[in-house]
């Protein structure tokens, strides 16, 4: 069963830029699809991206897209969230999501997908 503890949180102003990262405890990292989402004080948890096994499809939210880049790197068991030009709208707790799939291009967008979660970490946009 994988672990997933995420990290890189903090508090930014408007306009910065955080990394997060989202480090798993499991050895085949490489054979599950990877997801941020994020919880914003009094709303729902929303997804933010999502990547495949393989880190060669992205998918994105329109409230992130051409801001956000997520990443992984399997060997190191690693997943990351660039967030450049972050607005006070990105505060919330983010969190990495994990499920374990056999297909290469699977990287869902709905968290009811995704079997494991990390803590979260709390992202905070000055303005």
């Known amino acids: 069963q994988v672990q997933l503890v995420e990290s890189g949180g903090r508090l930014v102003q408007a306009g910065g830029s955080l990394r997060l990262s989202c480090a798993a405890s499991?050895?085949?990292?490489?054979?599950?699809?990877m997801g941020w989402f994020r919880q914003a004080p009094g709303k729902e948890r929303e997804f933010v991206a999502a990547?495949?096994?393989?880190?060669?499809?992205?998918y994105y939210a329109d409230s992130v897209k051409g801001r956000f880049t997520i990443s992984r790197d399997n060997a190191k068991n690693t997943g990351n969230l660039q967030m450049n030009s972050l607005k006070p709208e990105d505060t919330a707790v983010y969190y990495c999501?994990?499920?374990?799939?056999?297909?290469?291009?699977?990287?869902?967008?709905?968290?009811?997908?995704?079997?494991?979660w990390g803590q979260g970490t709390q992202v905070t946009v000055s303005s």
């Open positions: 499991e050895l085949t990292f490489s054979a599950y699809a």
């Open positions: 999501a994990a499920v374990i799939t056999i297909t290469h291009t699977r990287a869902p967008i709905s968290q009811r997908q995704y079997d494991y």
């Open positions: 990547t495949n096994r393989r880190g060669d499809t992205a």
